[in-house]
């Protein structure tokens, strides 16, 4: 059966550095989404993506954040100069239509120092 | 405001006792409604859906709109359902729908 994959599955860096996440979507969805989880709160969602474009983001997605569909396979998520608070679990989940049932990667353990 | 509402942390029930996880939520509009779960060291996966009753491992939810109630039930708990639970409504017919997850109920059955 076809998963949502996510790179790298840990990753450490320091305050001030950009990141890319990335993310493998089921290969015949075509939305997108990024969601965090803090460590002991709730999954929160990020942003979503159609048609080579962000359909909706939240109040978290500021300008320090982008995503991507850099080539047909690849979704990133790059956080461009991190914080302490940036620190979570990071989920990629792709879906093939609009209201239909999303399908999340593994996920990402961000560590920010 | 979109809002979602697990009111218990934790629930812990012997095996083969009947299980409720109780779910309420404030959503514009008419939400497609999600149950998805998570097992220790696996990624979320959908448990069920109610527009299409999908579901896995005997579980079922009646929806409830005078209430806005979504609650996950299954009549006979097994040792493997202990896991994290996620009520997850999310906006039907949108163009890219996001997901609001409840806080989770971290359902925990004793042998």
């Known amino acids: 059966e076809p998963e949502v994959t996510q790179t790298p599955s840990h990753q450490v860096t320091q305050m001030g550095q950009e990141v890319i996440l990335r993310c493998v979507p089921i290969?015949?969805?075509?939305?997108f989404y990024w969601y965090r989880q803090i460590l002991g709160q709730k999954v929160e969602f990020l942003v979503s993506?159609?048609?080579?474009?962000?359909?909706?983001k939240s109040e978290i997605f500021d300008d320090q954040f982008s995503v991507e569909r850099p080539d047909g396979s690849n979704f990133t998520l790059k956080i461009r100069s991190t914080k302490l608070e940036d620190s979570a679990m990071y989920f990629c989940?792709?879906?093939?239509?609009?209201?239909?049932?999303?399908?999340f990667g593994p996920g990402t353990r961000l560590l920010v120092l | 405001a979109q809002r979602v509402t697990q009111p218990e942390k934790l629930l812990s029930v012997f095996k083969g006792a009947p299980v409720e996880l109780k779910c309420n939520y404030s959503?514009?509009?008419?939400?497609?409604l999600f149950w998805y779960v998570q097992y220790s060291r696996q990624r979320l996966q959908l448990l069920l859906r109610h527009i299409s009753r999908e579901s896995i491992k005997g579980f079922t939810a009646d929806l409830n709109k005078g209430e806005t109630s979504f609650h996950l039930k299954k009549p006979f708990a097994q040792e493997e359902d202990s896991a994290m639970y996620y009520c997850?409504?999310?906006?039907?017919?949108?163009?890219?729908?996001?997901?609001?997850f409840g806080s989770g109920t971290r359902l925990s059955i004793r042998p």
């Open positions: 993506f159609y048609n080579n474009e962000i359909s909706e």
């Open positions: 989940a792709s879906s093939d239509g609009g209201g239909e049932t999303q399908y």
């Open positions: 290969s015949n969805h075509l939305y």
């Open positions: 997850a409504p999310a906006a039907r017919y949108s163009s890219a729908s996001k997901i609001i």
């Open positions: 959503y514009s509009g008419s939400p497609e």
